[in-house]
């Protein structure tokens, strides 16, 4: 049978198999959400079997709100900073651990540990860390650099600086195990082929194994990226969002509004925003990382 170019060629009996699951996702994500949004437009406190609708008013006050403002450049900042260090780390500790040295193997599990870890327990060990009298001041006295001290999480120039550090701790060997995976695809015969040829180590790099590398960088950037637009429990649990409103990411905002406010109505509307923050910057950045690795 000849095949017509972008038509299906899967049996119908196969696609039948994804109804049930189709079925499930549109009843447990799909419906919640478009029902939910309906009160964005209102005024809804959570609580109250009445409201009213506002329209675009709780959309209004988000861009109108220095505190939701604040959020916002929080959130793209926590985003942008732990996906570029996040990746970058994860990608020097790939090579070197992709290379035929001994421990290589304990190496990548002690890396990649900290993933393992729940965000909850991650913030839990770092705000301890980050105490006034915690392991990290404690080891500056011990060192004679007690300049150095400094109340990492109550303190506003610092405390945002704390939460992407512990965030990047924890993403580092997330992205690592990624880009091993990737490395283990790069043909050896072409790096043999540009080494004879005279290409250095750099070289070889930046034309034979990055290019390669193409689709765990997409993958890497994405799921970072993702994680870091969405970031709630180290923001939580670290600093509350303080000192003051200096380190609110939009989920924490979203939570403060909803659960300690009852503003429901603006809560959803700013959970919407996120929605499509996260939505269209993740597709900014696929296509932007497909078309460099030459797909279309």
């Not at 209004?60 to 793209?76: Q, Y």
């Amino acid at each position: 049978m000849k095949r017509r170019r972008g038509v299906s060629t899967l049996p119908r009996s196969i696609l039948l198999f994804a109804v049930p699951a189709v079925v499930f996702y549109a009843f447990v994500l799909l419906v919640p959400t478009l029902r939910g949004s309906v009160y964005a437009f209102t005024n809804w406190d959570g609580l109250s079997a009445t409201f009213d609708l506002v329209g675009l008013k709780n959309f209004e006050s988000i861009f109108a709100n220095p505190d939701a403002v604040k959020a916002v450049v929080n959130t793209l900042v926590i985003a942008v900073v732990t996906t570029v260090v996040s990746n970058i780390i994860g990608l020097l500790l790939a090579l070197l651990l992709n290379a035929r040295i001994r421990s290589r193997n304990v190496l990548r599990v002690f890396f990649f540990a900290p993933a393992v870890l729940t965000p909850v327990v991650t913030a839990y060990l770092f705000k301890y860390i980050f105490a006034p009298l915690g392991p990290l001041n404690g080891l500056f006295d011990a060192v004679g650099l007690p300049g150095l001290k400094q109340d990492w999480l109550g303190d506003a120039d610092w405390a945002l600086v704390a939460i992407m550090i512990v965030i990047i701790w924890q993403q580092s060997g997330y992205a690592m195990v990624i880009y091993l995976a990737g490395l283990q695809g790069v043909p050896a015969e072409l790096l043999e082929a540009g080494a004879v040829d005279g290409a250095g180590p750099v070289r070889r790099f930046w034309s034979i194994t990055r290019p390669q590398l193409a689709p765990a960088i997409t993958i890497s950037v994405m799921l970072i990226l993702i994680h870091g637009l969405k970031v709630f429990a180290e923001v939580w649990i670290m600093t509350g969002g303080g000192p003051g409103n200096a380190t609110n990411s939009l989920s924490t905002l979203i939570y403060k509004n909803a659960f300690q406010f009852g503003l429901f109505g603006s809560s959803i509307a700013m959970a919407l925003v996120l929605l499509v923050m996260v939505a269209v910057i993740s597709a900014i950045q696929y296509r932007a990382l497909l078309f460099q690795g030459g797909h279309k």
